[in-house]
């Protein structure tokens, strides 16, 4: 299973420390380098005011795979869990109808996972408990992995995880409705490792109204009282406050409270497919404003006009891209696939394997490597440390 990952690793580690830029340090500063060789890791490690130039090289590619490989790849939205729960799926076996596993996973780079815990409607009355228990079982993933993977709740851990071989994994809660009616539970969530909660799914809620019922229903309430209460609750927590299905009353009511950067963990842009999962230019711009992240969703339906008609391919998430780098810049783009979350993914990037050719054709289009080493991870990993901790 590792025979891809190793041989990769100690390259980059090799190509790094002959180029001279290993400063020298304890063990630990050599495993961070050894394994995620490209990234000045050392230069950042200990240091709480991150800055961008800090967190990217100088290193020249000519083969886009190696680079894709040599990076930190975050997918900021995986709905996993929901498939273990639904259909029976594992994590630890290479399952023939999802779109992840530890297999897949290893196979196509990834290196950082956040699954995110979806609480479905007939559950909405118990929707703690029923996230509480969602989390429980997703934290045997770790267990089943036989060492391979491992859980973070801070910015250090990712660290010594990734720095230690394993794929790391993170916790997020799609859907405030888990939050019921006692902001408390914010805390709780996070004790548990969730690191980010999107205040509404496609229903709105005690905290929110979301994009679906403000555009299908007319809604146009933005944020409750409560709805501030646990935003303000999120802050102080270090929780990240995901975007992604609320609608744009409410997050202009986020983004004037919220002393954060905000997240939108699986978001694509209105203005090149006007539906209601997707952000304007003015929202996009006020993220980016924030310092905040924006992980591009995999969905064709969100990709392309039409999009189960017409199918997508990687050309439309890189036209999405484009347009955020365009009007915001690369420093808060990333990736949020939505994987195993029901959608139809593009054509040539079917499952987590093929996530090499999004690299080569960000590498093919002109995207620098310190742009694409920025989308693949850094951008999240930037906001993550800023917020979390
Ligand atoms: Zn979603």
């Not at 109808?97 to 009355?125: C, M, Y």
């Not at 006692?182 to 709105?204: K, M, Q």
């Amino acid at each position: 299973m590792i025979k891809f990952f190793v041989p990769l690793a100690v390259i980059g580690a090799v190509v790094y420390m002959n180029r001279g830029n290993f400063g020298g340090g304890g063990m630990t500063e050599l495993h961070s380098v050894i394994n995620n060789a490209g990234i000045s890791l050392p230069q950042y490690e200990n240091n709480s005011e991150l800055k961008l130039t800090e967190m990217t090289d100088s290193t020249v590619y000519e083969d886009p795979v190696k680079l894709h490989f040599d990076a930190l790849l975050v997918d900021t939205h995986n709905d996993l869990i929901w498939q273990v729960y639904n259909k029976g799926a594992d994590f630890n076996v290479r399952n023939s109808f999802t779109h992840s596993d530890i297999f897949k996973f290893r196979e196509g780079g990834l290196d950082i996972q956040v699954f995110a815990v979806w609480i479905p409607l007939n559950k909405a009355k118990s929707s703690f408990d029923f996230t509480m228990s969602q989390i429980e079982r997703l934290k045997k993933f770790q267990t089943e992995s036989n060492g391979e993977f491992e859980f973070a709740k801070s910015y250090d851990d990712i660290m010594r995880i990734t720095g230690n071989k394993k794929i790391c994994g993170l916790i997020g809660i799609e859907g405030g409705t888990a939050v019921e009616s006692d902001v408390e539970n914010v805390r709780r969530f996070f004790d548990e490792g969730v690191r980010y909660i999107g205040l509404t799914w496609n229903n709105s809620n005690l905290i929110a109204t979301s994009a679906k019922d403000a555009v299908t229903a007319g809604k146009s309430s933005g944020l409750t009282e409560y709805g501030k209460e646990v935003v303000k609750k999120m802050n102080e927590t270090g929780m990240l406050i995901d975007v992604s299905h609320l609608s744009e009353a409410a997050f202009w009511d986020v983004m004037e409270i919220s002393s954060d950067p905000v997240i939108a963990s699986h978001s694509n842009c209105y203005s090149l497919n006007p539906h209601y999962r997707n952000l304007t230019d003015e929202q996009i711009k006020a993220i980016a404003e924030s310092n905040g992240y924006i992980g591009i969703n995999f969905y064709d339906e969100f990709l392309v006009k039409g999009g189960k008609k017409y199918g997508a391919s990687i050309d439309d998430i890189i036209r999405h891209i484009d347009h955020i780098k365009s009007i915001a810049g690369v420093d808060y783009i990333g990736i949020g696939s939505d994987f195993d979350g029901g959608i139809s993914a593009p054509s040539d990037l079917q499952d987590a394997t093929q996530y090499p050719e999004l690299t080569k054709k960000l590498f093919e289009k002109g995207y620098n490597p310190e742009e694409i080493k920025k989308i693949l991870g850094l951008n999240f990993l930037r906001v993550f440390k800023q917020v979390c901790g």
